[in-house]
Nanobody, 124 residues
Framework: DVQLVQSGGGLVQAGGSLRLSCTYSGFVYNDYTIGWFRQAPGKEREGVSCISSSDGNIYYADSVKGRFTISSDVAKKTVYLEMNSLTPEDTAVYYC?????????????????WGQGTQVTVSS
């Protein structure tokens, strides 16, 4: 079965940076997409970024374009989300997620597998 284990996150001041990691295992085939989502209190879960395995296509939400970078290290079976120029509006629980199609999507309903979530708090 597919498993996702997250690391990173924490507390940072506005303007700072954090890196989240999502280490995956259990994919039977090489066609999958891994995404990052976030959910702030009282808000819906938002697709932040995702990357497909086969062609490396990438999606970014408008709210993070130019500040966040998603990358994949296949040898380490890890996807990273580098977050720069953080603002208090980025405060949320961040989740990595995966589904077994190499087709980028920001829709949470597409994703079958989810990491445990990690808190990111940006202070002003």
């Amino acid at each position: 079965d597919v498993q996702l284990v997250q690391s990173g996150g924490g507390l940072v001041q506005a303007g700072g940076s954090l890196r989240l990691s999502c280490t995956y295992s259990g994919f039977v085939y090489n066609d999958y997409t891994i995404g990052w989502f976030r959910q702030a209190p009282g808000k819906e879960r938002e697709g932040v970024s995702c990357i497909s395995s086969s062609d490396g296509n990438i999606y970014y939400a408008d709210s993070v374009k130019g500040r966040f970078t998603i990358s994949s290290d296949v040898a380490k079976k890890t996807v990273y989300l580098e977050m720069n120029s953080l603002t208090p509006e980025d405060t949320a629980v961040y989740y990595c997620a995966a589904y077994t199609r190499a087709l980028i999507s920001a829709r949470a309903g597409e994703y079958n597998y989810w990491g445990q979530g990690t808190q990111v708090t940006v202070s002003s």
